[in-house]
């Protein structure tokens, strides 16, 4: 595909993470008309290190980063002083990090191709802010790493169906296991928060609300929830110390809520594979 | 004096998770599931056929605390009458990277060698012969001799079975006997734990069944692609090789994320194939609850001389309750009446009317 494609730090960690040992996604990778920030490959290194992962992903991973560094681009000067305190303004955005580098980039890719682009991240807040300047500025679509899976799935002869369903299976086990240890914490100690409050119905409704998003896999019920406790650091200590613990967890939910979703659509529809 | 003396309680009998203290555990209410589950244990208890059984039911429906229950040895001992009692474990359905690994080790650990050395000898089960019948594997016939072998210290060889405060030097000695390595693969854990199961359970003489609750089984849709084969792998060998007296149950909480219908996404048809009994844990009834309430209050446990009613609930109060929460489930009823006997000893109260109910009905209940 020569459309150019712009990642984001969590999408390379995530695609990688869930690789096989033939390497078919990194492959894939390689094979895409790739553009990343050089604040984007600083913190593919630095994350690496941070992100639960296993040895053996921390290991696959960092030996197949050199090659994203022959992908580094730098917005050029005149982009970057005419448009970047403009996008910062504009989003209301003002963390100088990857998602925020890597929007300035795709700008730059896209008016110095004369061609409309993918940039995927698995931000999402970062993801809703960008999107009204991608949308203003025409510079193309935000994915994140579900999307950027069937897009290499339908343009990708050999990537079988069943191989799709494995990739999203594995990301999805990646994304739910932080997400069912925080949910059992909090309902291993329900039961002693409420005696301790047994008045405060807000207390019983937020907790509540943790197990239902959770059941239901609704990230909005369990966001706001989780929201509510972080309003009310002081009142709720020890909630607010497991929340501490799963810092990328209300993020990390609405992945975990879309993989689930793309698995269960791909039993009842066919995605359409490119014509050859 | 206790908070709970005003209503004739010890305690709050209302727990909002299952007891872990066997003395704690008792059944109340829901006589048809526990009449299936243990017509399951009776008829393992009896007849050889391994079976594979699927308790399913959603979020706090008390799968958890029917396999802690049916894991007393009391209630064991009750089920098998005059037979041999049943050997069972209830296991966490392991989340993690190895779970094969996981489940073997969770067994391991509740395994107590020198009683089953004891129990087996006092039966006169004869190892090194029955081990012949039960695994054509030599090197896994040598593994059990050891085991089964007093003059080996059981903590040494606990440690072989772990691997991890086993060394080298430890193995020299074994393998004289030979037992010439530990064990490395999934299968190893499998043929191991197979031939424990096969021998232990020889013509029922010193246990009659082995049976696993596997509690949480729902979080195999939580694995990685690579371990859903490795479980089912297992689930399928087990069975295969232990085909006489193991009991399997898979406790299956339904939800967003797994239903019973999503089963045949995560278990393979041959695993599914072996499922024998389906048993639902449904979201109660209204007789079901007020049966549950009566004999829950009344355990000698919790009241000393029964009352035979729901004292200290009017029975208004009850219904009250029921039809302000609606279809949900136990869980959250032993919260809601938890909450408000709770609040009725704080408030002094003798008894729990319908007026004290709507007055704190908002937090009993919510909206």
Redesign the interface.
């Known amino acids: 595909m020569i459309l150019p494609v712009v990642l984001d730090t969590c999408t390379i960690i995530n695609v990688l993470r869930?690789d096989d040992e033939d390497e078919f996604l990194f492959k894939r990778l390689k094979d895409l008309n790739l553009y990343i920030s050089d604040n984007v490959y600083n913190e593919a290194h630095k994350n690496v290190n941070h992100k639960p992962l296993?040895r053996e992903q921390r290991d696959y991973i960092t030996q197949q980063l050199p090659f994203f560094a022959t992908r580094i681009v730098s917005p050029d000067a005149r982009i970057k002083k005419d448009f970047f305190e403009d996008l910062k303004n504009f989003c209301n955005y003002k963390k100088e990090n990857g998602e925020l580098h890597s929007t300035l980039l795709s700008l730059h890719i896209c008016r110095n191709e004369g061609s409309r682009l993918f940039f995927y991240t698995d931000d999402f807040p970062a993801k809703r802010l960008f999107s009204s300047y991608f949308v203003y500025q025409q510079i193309g679509t935000i994915g994140d790493s579900v999307d950027l899976l069937l897009f290499l799935f339908w343009s990708v002869p050999d990537f079988k169906e069943k191989r799709l369903?494995?990739y999203l299976?594995?990301l999805?086990?990646?994304y739910?296991?932080p997400l069912?240890n925080f949910t059992k914490q909090i309902?291993?100690n329900?039961?002693s928060w409420?005696?301790e409050k047994?008045?405060d119905?807000k207390l019983?409704?937020n907790l509540?609300k943790i197990?239902t998003g959770?059941?239901?896999?609704?990230f909005h019920i369990l966001n706001d929830a989780i929201a509510f406790f972080k309003s009310n650091k002081s009142k709720y200590q020890e909630i607010n110390n497991v929340i501490k613990e799963y810092p990328d967890i209300d993020t990390e939910t609405e992945l975990t809520v879309k993989i689930?979703d793309v698995i269960e659509k791909l039993?009842n529809f066919k995605i359409c594979k490119r014509l050859c | 004096m206790s908070t709970f003396d005003r209503f004739q309680l010890k305690t709050n009998p209302f727990r909002?998770?299952p007891a872990i203290n066997s003395e704690e555990l008792i059944w109340a209410g829901f006589p048809e599931v526990k009449e299936k589950l243990e017509n399951r244990i009776k008829r393992s208890i009896q007849i050889p056929n391994s079976s594979l059984i699927l308790n399913w039911g959603e979020?706090g429906s008390g799968k958890t605390h029917a396999a802690r229950y049916f894991n007393k040895i009391s209630v064991l001992q009750e089920l098998a009458d005059t037979k041999s009692i049943p050997l069972s474990m209830d296991i966490n359905f392991p989340?993690s990277?190895q779970p094969v690994w996981d489940i073997y080790t969770q067994i391991i650990d509740k395994l107590d060698i020198v009683y089953l050395r004891k129990n087996l000898k006092n039966k006169e089960v004869n190892v090194p012969s029955v081990v012949k019948s039960v695994t054509d594997n030599i090197f896994m016939q040598n593994v059990i001799k050891l085991m089964f072998d007093e003059t080996v210290d059981a903590t040494v060889f606990k440690g072989y079975l772990y691997k991890t405060t086993f060394t080298n030097s430890d193995l020299r000695n074994y393998a004289k006997e030979g037992v010439q390595r530990t064990f490395s693969t999934d299968n190893d854990l499998t043929e191991f734990l197979a031939a424990l199961f096969s021998l232990i359970t020889y013509q029922k003489i010193a246990y009659s069944c082995v049976i696993l609750w596997f509690d949480e089984f729902e979080?195999i849709s939580?694995?990685?692609?690579v371990?859903?084969s490795a479980v089912n792998h297992f689930l399928r060998a087990i069975i295969d090789k232990t085909p006489n007296n193991l009991l399997l149950f898979l406790n299956l909480t339904e939800?967003?994320?797994m239903d019973v219908g999503d089963l045949s996404?995560y278990l393979q048809e041959a695993v599914k194939n072996r499922i024998k009994e389906r048993i639902e844990l449904c979201m109660p009834k209204e007789e079901d609850l007020k049966t549950y309430l009566k004999e829950l209050l009344n355990n000698p446990i919790y009241r000393e001389n029964s009352t035979n009613d729901y004292f200290p609930f009017n029975e208004a109060v009850i219904d009250e309750l029921i039809s302000g929460l609606g279809n949900v489930s136990l869980r959250r009823f032993n919260?809601a009446f938890s909450?408000l006997l709770?609040?009725a000893a704080?408030d002094n109260k003798d008894s729990i009317d319908v007026a004290y109910y709507n007055e704190i009905k908002?937090?009993i209940i919510?909206e």
């Open positions: 869930i296993s369903k494995e299976q594995n999805y086990s990646e739910v296991s069912q309902e291993q329900k039961d409420l005696k047994p008045k119905t019983k409704e509540q197990e959770y059941l239901n896999l609704d689930k039993n | 909002l998770t979020y989340n990277k979080s939580t694995l990685n692609s371990n859903i939800s967003a994320m996404e919260e909450l709770e609040s704080f908002r937090e919510g």
